[in-house]
């Protein structure tokens, strides 16, 4: 019987292969490079567009809808910000700013713009407002304060949840129920001398940094800056934070 060597050769590669493809290295994506940067005055545009008319040009809270506004828009110029990830006091982190561009403040006027701004466009707009405040070169982002994991929910949760709610004096802005209706939610005003009001705790749309048991902890933890809600950091233990965060948490409907 005559041999064919081209065909035996070509199946002994392909057997050859199939034995070593699993050895073969797996080359990672490469990562998506940065978006291009736009020009200044598209920049100025977009901020424009859609920050001036409550910012304000200077980016002093003064835009011409401000005025029709509750709560009144950001003073970008003071360089307080109510939602970071970082200790009180301290500028919030660019991933911090990014997000609250993308997702907006719920329970403000402040809308979300991830999807009818493109990444490049999210981050020039930050550009400017950063441009607004010298704390942004003469501080620089602070770092993010770490998050312990969150321990495992136990029967007496929520119970101790409510003794620290009661401890803490929660109550008194929030009300017994967390609606918002404290003793002393009336005549709470902000860094700028406006009215503020406490959050109905009880609306899932009204939590600015988000609404579950790890949102509000981290907003426990590093407050909101510029506001009446000030860190529950000193004096109070990290397991009265964590069960406070899950009773608050199960107040929303």
Not at 27 to 41: R, T
Not at 167 to 184: I, S, T, V
Request: proline share 10%; net charge positive.
């Amino acid at each position: 019987m005559q041999k064919h060597p081209v065909r035996t050769l070509t199946l002994v590669m392909l057997m050859t292969c199939r034995v070593h493809a699993g050895d073969a290295p797996v080359l990672a994506a490469a990562p998506a490079p940065p978006p291009a940067p736009l020009p200044h005055a598209r920049i100025a545009q977009l901020y424009r567009r859609h920050c001036a008319s409550c910012h304000g040009e200077k980016g002093d809270g003064n835009g011409p809808a401000a005025h029709f506004l509750t709560p009144r828009p950001r003073d970008f110029a003071e360089g307080d910000f109510k939602l970071r990830s970082t200790a009180p006091g301290d500028i919030p982190t660019q991933e911090d700013l990014e997000r609250t561009v993308r997702r907006g403040v719920p329970g403000t006027p402040m809308p979300a713009f991830g999807r009818s701004l493109s990444d490049a466009e999210v981050q020039a707009v930050i550009a400017v407002l950063k441009s607004f405040s010298s704390r942004f070169e003469a501080d620089g982002a602070g770092m993010p304060l770490e998050l312990p994991a969150p321990p495992p929910r136990r029967p007496d949760t929520l119970a101790l949840g409510r003794l620290a709610y009661e401890k803490l004096g929660c109550a008194r802005c929030h009300g017994d129920n967390g609606r918002g209706d404290g003793p002393e939610a009336t005549g709470l005003i902000d860094a700028t001398c406006y009215p503020a009001h406490p959050r109905d705790l009880t609306l899932r749309a009204r939590y600015k940094g988000g609404a579950t048991a790890r949102d509000i902890y981290r907003t426990l933890a590093t407050g909101l800056d510029g506001t009446p809600m000030m860190a529950l950091r000193t004096g109070v233990s990290d397991a009265d934070r964590w069960n406070l965060a899950y009773y608050v948490s199960s107040l929303v409907r």
